[in-house]
């Protein structure tokens, strides 16, 4: 099984570019995030998924668009990219707390984004 | 709302035992999870506990005191390989997590 994967892994941008990150997990989870980590702040929640169709504001939400139609793939938009947007992405998938999530996420290998 | 204070750095000598301690303020606490990473990596996950008392899992252990809003992780028989970032995670009522910081473990020989 592949986990969570994350495409791109690198990506450059100008100031005002528009990019979509893709987040894809094979074990059927329900829950999917995308957080991004910047040095000494840890990782902040930007949006989260709790099952297809479904997606909601985290932390830090402004600037950013997501989608979930499917259940195993989950987007994270970028429609003007700014440079306080230079971070690291990750995404991570759970099991529902019904479906016997134990606490752990699955995260995938990051996505590190400048905007110049 | 929620709020995590751990330490942002911990050294210690190769065969020490270190221990890295959490607070936090949380509205609706279910669970209090740990993640190692690695520079450059993913986080991965360590241990979680919803009821208090100790987990033990080969060198690492965790802690949680639901009273005191404290939890730690312990890590024994340290090695080179132990220098990495640690979070601590609080679960609330959505189950969606919440980080800490982070703390920096650095390992000397």
């Known amino acids: 099984n592949a986990g969570v994967t994350q495409t791109p892994k690198f990506r450059v941008l100008k100031t005002g570019q528009s990019m979509t990150l893709l987040c894809a997990q094979d074990?059927?989870?329900?829950?999917m995030y995308w957080y991004r980590q910047d040095p000494g702040m840890g990782l902040r929640l930007i949006h989260y998924s709790v099952g297809e169709g479904t997606t909601a504001k985290g932390e830090v939400p402004d600037g950013y668009n997501v989608s979930r139609l499917k259940k195993q793939n989950f987007l994270l938009g970028l429609e003007s990219a700014a440079p306080s947007q230079t971070s690291v992405y990750f995404c991570?998938?759970?099991?529902?707390?019904?479906?016997?999530?134990?606490?752990?996420?699955?995260f995938g290998e990051g996505s590190r984004l400048t905007v110049l | 709302g929620q709020s995590l204070e751990q330490p942002s750095e911990v050294t210690a000598v190769e065969g020490a035992i270190v221990q890295i301690n959490c607070t936090y303020q949380?509205?609706?606490?279910?669970?209090l999870s740990w993640y190692q990473q690695h520079d450059g990596g993913a986080p991965t996950f360590l241990s979680y506990n919803a009821l208090d008392g100790l987990e033990e899992t080969g060198r690492f252990s965790s802690f949680l005191s639901r009273s005191d809003s404290y939890g730690y992780l312990l890590l024994q028989e340290l090695q080179m390989k132990d220098s990495a970032s640690y979070f601590c995670a609080v679960m609330e009522g959505s189950y969606i997590p919440t980080f800490g910081r982070g703390t920096s473990l650095i390992v000397h020989p």
């Open positions: 074990m059927n989870h329900e829950y």
């Open positions: 949380t509205s609706g606490f279910y669970g």
């Open positions: 991570a998938s759970s099991y529902s707390r019904s479906g016997g999530n134990t606490g752990e996420l699955f």
